[in-house]
């Protein structure tokens, strides 16, 4: 009976699918997704900037302090490089007219892709790996994730962006 459990165990684990990591590296390929953006009041996907635009991908949160001070700098980005690059800003939380009333007494002014509303949002989450506020990716025009970090790192940011623009 022994040998026959060890047998068992030994096909099942043997045969059984490797659960790879959600978490997205640099290198992978970046996961669609589909979500409304209030600024141009309409349903963007992450792919329809394939081959035309590299993205900065950011996660923030209403609570997040760190997440404030990165909202110029991803606003001076989209201005400056606007032809290459596209600014998608996914807010973990559902907190808009908070979100809003601390915007207008900071007077940010945030032009960027703001989406509240991402179909699958928490899977979305999971699949980029964010558990932390802000969480940003880089993802170049073929749709590969060239760079992440987390936290406010604005040297970072537009390094890397200048980098991935200039190409």
Same mark, same amino acid.
């Given at each position: 009976?022994?040998?026959?459990?060890?047998?068992?165990?030994?096909?099942?684990?043997?045969?059984?699918?490797?659960?790879?990591? *959600? #978490?997205? !590296?640099? &290198? =992978?390929?970046?996961?669609?997704?589909?979500?409304? =953006?209030?600024?141009?009041? /309409?349903?963007?996907r992450?792919? *329809?900037?394939?081959?035309?635009? #590299?993205?900065?991908?950011?996660?923030? +949160?209403? @609570?997040?302090?760190?997440? $404030?001070?990165? %909202?110029?700098?991803? *606003? !001076?980005?989209?201005?400056? %490089?606007?032809?290459?690059?596209?600014?998608?800003?996914?807010?973990? =939380?559902?907190?808009?007219?908070? $979100? %809003?009333?601390? +915007?207008?007494?900071?007077?940010? =002014?945030?032009?960027? +892709?703001?989406? $509240?509303?991402? !179909?699958?949002?928490?899977?979305v989450?999971?699949? @980029? &790996?964010?558990?932390? @506020?802000?969480?940003?990716?880089?993802?170049?025009? #073929?749709g590969?994730?060239?760079?992440? $970090?987390v936290? #406010?790192?604005?040297?970072?940011?537009?390094?890397?962006?200048?980098? +991935?623009?200039? /190409?």
């Open positions: 009976m022994k040998n026959k459990i060890i047998l068992f165990l030994m096909f099942t684990f043997s045969f059984s699918p490797i659960v790879k990591s *959600q #978490n997205l !590296e640099v &290198g =992978d390929k970046a996961v669609d997704f589909r979500g409304y =953006d209030v600024k141009t009041k /309409r349903y963007i992450l792919s *329809q900037f394939k081959k035309k635009k #590299n993205v900065l991908l950011n996660f923030t +949160a209403t @609570y997040c302090g760190s997440c $404030w001070k990165t %909202y110029p700098h991803m *606003q !001076e980005l989209q201005k400056k %490089y606007g032809s290459k690059l596209k600014v998608i800003s996914i807010h973990g =939380d559902e907190k808009k007219a908070k $979100w %809003y009333e601390i +915007a207008k007494r900071l007077k940010i =002014d945030f032009k960027c +892709a703001t989406m $509240w509303k991402v !179909e699958g949002k928490e899977k989450k999971k699949a @980029y &790996g964010v558990d932390k @506020y802000p969480s940003f990716f880089v993802i170049n025009k #073929n590969v994730i060239i760079d992440k $970090w936290g #406010n790192q604005e040297k970072r940011m537009k390094t890397v962006v200048k980098k +991935a623009v200039v /190409r």
